[in-house]
């Protein structure tokens, strides 16, 4: 009959100090009593009871202590302990969730940022420790708190025919893509779960070379409004605009873009239809930026445009100057796998201080800009104005009998209860999701 664990571990105690002091025939005698009653080989009995208690070196300045079974456990043992979880997870945060691979290349800057206007504190071993840890590490000590943000949309684009044989479709052999200046455009829909009506808007706009993001609202899908903020967007760039290049819908597809295009010598051209892949560029930032800011309510009217406008220029500041972005430099196809190649994550601020395309004058610009940034007090603005544009949010509307009834709508109408505002993002407060992608 085996002896219960916990036993055994009483008798090892019991009967090693003595063991350890006794000649050879004590220790002979010792060790067949402790054999008979536990059971053990007579072999990893003596090791038990020699080891039991005892400290040793193994290398590197690691001292190990022997478990119950008399072995000693090899490794190096924790670098980075719990007491860094706090300052990791502060900076995560102003760093609106990224992963770790973001997250290890845009914590020195974030970090500065944060210890220069006096929102953060470390000792110089915590901070040597920050600043070395790699993206495994920063995953692992995180993996608690990613734990507890554990929402996905609609496409309302309507084709615009009459002039898309005007309008070529982009082929990536015709852009250069190595210059700045040269974006992808699209509208994310702020409906609220219902086509139906008039609902703001918002023109997302993104570089792909630097990875520069501007985003605005406007009214509605009217070519006015979308034509106007495009307009301010431009004036907002650190380099000139060169081309354009969006989907096929209406807002974009129509003579007064096209015209304005050719007036000002851009390149104008358009993605293929239901391909969303071919603007993978702005679609990331649909999301990222858009949809984890402002979330998927319906928002109408003025009032909400220009609540939306003040939270995206705190926006842009963020995500151009602190959050690092990943871009694909290689796809090979290896049999049924495709293997890809990411370059080191940079802001879109670097990327456009390393660009030799750019006016030094403007970086010089854009560095005094950056100097003046505090990221916590920005993150502050942030979720405030992210407070005021939720409390802005429409109530879901009553449909009967039509298909745009959500499961939980058709299922709360049934049951003669109200339709409950949908909560965005923003006003999630802590429970906020984590980006695991690339963007």
Same mark, same amino acid.
């Given at each position: 009959?085996?002896?219960?664990?916990?036993?055994?571990?009483?008798?090892?105690?019991?009967?090693?100090?003595?063991?350890?002091?006794?000649?050879?025939?004590?220790?002979?005698?010792?060790?067949?009593?402790?054999?008979?009653?536990?059971?053990?080989?007579?072999?990893?009995?003596?090791?038990?009871?020699?080891?039991?208690?005892?400290?040793?070196?193994?290398?590197?300045?690691?001292?190990?202590?022997?478990?119950?079974?008399?072995?000693?456990?090899?490794?190096?043992?924790?670098?980075?302990?719990?007491?860094?979880?706090?300052?990791?997870?502060?900076?995560?945060?102003?760093?609106?969730?990224?992963?770790?691979?973001?997250?290890?290349?845009?914590?020195?800057?974030?970090?500065?940022?944060?210890?220069? /206007?006096?929102?953060?504190?470390?000792?110089?071993?915590?901070?040597?420790?920050?600043?070395?840890?790699?993206?495994?590490?920063?995953?692992?000590?995180?993996?608690?708190?990613?734990?507890?943000?554990?929402?996905?949309?609609?496409?309302?684009?309507?084709?615009?025919?009459?002039?898309?044989?005007?309008?070529?479709?982009? !082929?990536?052999?015709?852009?250069? &893509?190595?210059?700045?200046?040269?974006?992808?455009?699209?509208?994310?829909?702020?409906?609220?779960?219902?086509?139906?009506?008039?609902? !703001?808007?918002?023109?997302?706009?993104?570089? %792909?070379?630097?990875?520069?993001?501007?985003?605005?609202?406007?009214?509605?899908?009217?070519?006015?409004?979308?034509?106007?903020?495009?307009?301010?967007?431009?004036?907002?760039?650190?380099?000139?605009?060169?081309? %354009?290049?969006?989907?096929?819908?209406?807002?974009?597809?129509?003579? /007064?873009?096209?015209?304005?295009? &050719?007036?000002?010598?851009?390149?104008?051209?358009?993605?293929?239809? /239901?391909?969303?892949?071919? +603007?993978?560029?702005?679609?990331?930032?649909?999301?990222?930026?858009?949809?984890?800011?402002?979330?998927?309510?319906?928002?109408?009217?003025?009032?909400?445009?220009?609540?939306?406008?003040?939270?995206?220029?705190?926006?842009?500041?963020?995500?151009?100057?602190?959050?690092?972005?990943?871009?694909?430099? &290689?796809?090979?196809?290896?049999?049924?796998?495709? /293997?890809?190649?990411?370059?080191?994550?940079?802001?879109?601020?670097?990327?456009?201080?390393?660009?030799?395309?750019?006016?030094? +004058?403007?970086?010089?610009?854009?560095?005094?800009?950056?100097?003046?940034?505090?990221?916590?007090?920005?993150?502050?603005?942030?979720?405030?104005?992210?407070?005021?544009?939720?409390?802005?949010?429409?109530?879901?509307?009553?449909?009967?009998?039509?298909?745009? +009834?959500?499961?939980?709508?058709?299922?709360?109408?049934?049951?003669?209860?109200?339709?409950?505002?949908?909560?965005?993002?923003?006003?999630?407060?802590?429970?906020?999701?984590?980006?695991?992608?690339?963007?």
């Amino acid at each position: 009959m085996k002896i219960p664990m916990q036993e055994r571990r009483i008798l090892i105690k019991n009967h090693a100090r003595g063991y350890q002091r006794a000649g050879r025939k004590e220790k002979t005698v010792i060790l067949n009593q402790f054999v008979e009653v536990t059971g053990y080989n007579r072999v990893h009995a003596a090791r038990v009871l020699r080891n039991h208690g005892t400290r040793r070196r193994l290398g590197r300045g690691v001292v190990a202590q022997a478990d119950a079974a008399g072995v000693f456990k090899r490794g190096r043992g924790r670098e980075y302990g719990p007491e860094l979880v706090e300052p990791l997870s502060q900076i995560w945060e102003n760093l609106d969730y990224l992963c770790g691979k973001r997250l290890a290349q845009g914590l020195p800057g974030a970090l500065e940022s944060l210890e220069r /206007h006096g929102e953060i504190e470390l000792d110089k071993e915590a901070r040597e420790k920050l600043l070395k840890m790699s993206a495994s590490t920063i995953d692992r000590l995180l993996r608690e708190e990613r734990a507890k943000y554990v929402l996905k949309g609609r496409s309302g684009t309507k084709p615009g025919t009459l002039l898309k044989s005007q309008i070529p479709i982009r !082929t990536y052999s015709e852009w250069d &893509e190595e210059k700045p200046g040269f974006v992808e455009i699209d509208l994310v829909a702020h409906e609220g779960g219902s086509s139906s009506g008039d609902f !703001t808007q918002t023109l997302d706009v993104t570089d %792909i070379c630097t990875g520069w993001s501007e985003q605005a609202g406007v009214l509605n899908k009217a070519q006015k409004w979308v034509f106007e903020a495009l307009l301010e967007i431009r004036s907002r760039l650190p380099f000139p605009l060169l081309g %354009i290049d969006s989907d096929n819908g209406g807002e974009f597809i129509n003579h /007064h873009l096209l015209a304005y295009c &050719e007036e000002e010598g851009l390149t104008f051209t358009r993605s293929r239809p /239901h391909r969303k892949n071919d +603007n993978c560029f702005v679609e990331q930032k649909n999301y990222s930026i858009v949809r984890r800011a402002v979330g998927y309510s319906r928002y109408e009217g003025t009032k909400a445009v220009g609540s939306l406008n003040r939270l995206y220029a705190l926006l842009r500041l963020r995500t151009n100057f602190f959050l690092p972005s990943m871009k694909l430099v &290689e796809k090979r196809r290896i049999g049924s796998q495709v /293997h890809k190649k990411y370059d080191k994550p940079k802001t879109p601020y670097q990327r456009v201080l390393e660009s030799p395309e750019i006016a030094e +004058n403007v970086k010089n610009g854009l560095r005094e800009q950056y100097r003046d940034l505090n990221l916590a007090e920005l993150n502050r603005r942030i979720r405030k104005a992210q407070g005021v544009l939720d409390r802005q949010a429409c109530r879901p509307r009553r449909f009967r009998g039509t298909q745009e +009834n959500s499961s939980l709508g058709i299922h709360q109408q049934k049951e003669g209860r109200p339709f409950p505002p949908e909560p965005s993002i923003a006003c999630l407060g802590e429970r906020r999701m984590a980006p695991a992608g690339k963007g």
